[in-house]
Every structure is written in structure tokens, then in C-alpha cells.
């Protein structure tokens, strides 16, 4: 059974750069066909994908939050990262890291299977 841990700074303060970790466990980020991915959650707002590491190190974002945001892994701790920078006070939300075991359809948050509890982000001054 896939497990994922997020971690990361509770406050972040307007411009500045937010850094999240998923740390995985029961397997590994470089399975085949496996998709991990960042999803956020706005409060009183739905689920927002925001983009994807494949099992290959492929990378893709949404269009929306491209030129904000970074995804990386690294496979000897078996970690995948977000980065996102100058933040607004707009990006508040609970921040996800998921797991798919396909690639198809990585922008639709019903595609995965293993999701992390979740990790409060509050972009204030």
C-alpha cells in the first residue's frame, strides 16, 4: 500500500517561496506508469491540480500555475518536492501530494488512487 507524508511550512509570507515534501513509502516514485502529483484545495473552493512528476521524471503543470511552480524528486530518498514562488495570499489552501498508477488523465484529481492527508499553507504578512 502506497503511502505519502506531506510536510512543509504552515505560514509563507506574500512573494516569498513555498516548499513542500511528499515522502512516499510501500513503493517507489520510479514504479512504471506511476504519476505523483501536487493538488491544492482553496478553502470553500474544490480540488485544483496543479502538476505532475511521472515515473520517468517527466513534468507537467497546469497552465494556470505554470510559471509559479517546480516539481522534482529525488529517488534515492524516494521524495517528491513542490516549489512555488511569489506566493499570494490567494494560494492559502491545503496542499496534497497523490499518486495515480497510470498517466492517463493526470489532470483530473478522480484519477488517483493514494493521496496524503494534506498539509495547511497560509500566504499571509
Known amino acids: 500500500q502506497v503511502q505519502l507524508q506531506e510536510s512543509g511550512p504552515g505560514l509563507v509570507k506574500p512573494s516569498q517561496t513555498l516548499s513542500l515534501t511528499c515522502t512516499v513509502s510501500g513503493g517507489s516514485i520510479t514504479t512504471n506508469y506511476y504519476a505523483w502529483s501536487w493538488i491544492r484545495q482553496p478553502p470553500g473552493k474544490g480540488l485544483e491540480w496543479m502538476g505532475v512528476i511521472d515515473y520517468d521524471g517527466s513534468t507537467y503543470y497546469s497552465p494556470s500555475l505554470n510559471s509559479r511552480t517546480s516539481i522534482s524528486r529525488d529517488n534515492a530518498k524516494n521524495t517528491v518536492y513542490l516549489q512555488m514562488n511569489s506566493l499570494k495570499p490567494e494560494d492559502t489552501a491545503v496542499y496534497y501530494c497523490?499518486?495515480?498508477?497510470?498517466?492517463?488523465?493526470?489532470?483530473?484529481?478522480?484519477?488517483?488512487?493514494?493521496w496524503g492527508q494534506g498539509t495547511q499553507v497560509t500566504v499571509s504578512s
Open positions: 497523490a499518486a495515480a498508477q497510470t498517466r492517463l488523465h493526470i489532470s483530473l484529481v478522480i484519477s488517483y488512487d493514494y
